[in-house]
């Protein structure tokens, strides 16, 4: 017998406001994530800001160096010599100041939908009235798993800090576990999903 998402409603909503308001203290008040962003100092953050500006370069994700689609420059000295000159990155230009009520709007989102994810792969794992730690050991594992690999390639690929690597991990692990917690304390019991009665707080 598997447990219904309609029987696990209360699991995914409490868990993804929960898992928000984590995250949000771990990026505002937690003091893990603040070495990851470093200061260019004031002269150089000037002088980027005015060059960005006067080269008129748009909104977007730049790489450079970057050859694009034009081979015979890929294969240029021209192009070797910045390849391999030591200077290559990743610049990303906003459009303006972040609209905090969007994004934060959109990480609820993914966050519910993580919680969907949990709850569906541990209604096809368990039935209603399972035991407490397989219920934590499933929600708990599948939740960790989401969190934690979801930026690893990204991260791998787009130089990320060993730092970001350890700090990402610690958040996941800690949002995976207390997701498994939430959905272990809140699991139907047997006798409710019998009654057909949906679980309340």
Not at 34 to 61: C, Q
Not at 66 to 76: E, L, V
Not at 89 to 99: D, K, S, V, Y
Not at 144 to 151: L, P, R
């Amino acid at each position: 017998m598997t447990t219904s998402l309609a029987e696990l409603w209360l699991p995914i909503i409490i868990s993804s406001v929960v898992v928000f308001v984590l995250f949000m203290a771990f990026w505002t008040v937690a003091p893990h994530h603040k070495p990851e962003f470093r200061s260019l100092g004031k002269d150089n953050e000037d002088k980027l800001i005015d060059l960005v500006k006067s080269a008129g370069v748009k909104p977007g994700v730049y790489m450079y160096p970057h050859c694009g689609a034009d081979k015979q420059y890929a294969r240029s000295e021209e192009f070797r010599k910045k390849w391999e000159g030591g200077c290559m990155g990743i610049l990303t230009l906003f459009p303006g100041a972040p609209n905090m009520a969007r994004n934060m709007g959109l990480s609820m989102v993914v966050y519910l939908l993580v919680s969907v994810f949990v709850a569906y792969l541990s209604g096809l794992a368990l039935a209603p009235g399972a035991e407490g730690m397989q219920v934590m050991q499933v929600a708990g594992t599948a939740a960790v798993g989401f969190y934690a690999f979801g930026s690893l390639n990204g991260g791998i690929w787009f130089g990320a800090p060993t730092r970001t690597f350890i700090t990402n991990g610690f958040d996941a692990v800690v949002c995976g576990l207390v997701t498994g917690l939430i959905f272990m304390l809140l699991w139907p019991s047997a006798e409710v999903a019998a009654n057909g009665a949906i679980p309340t707080p």
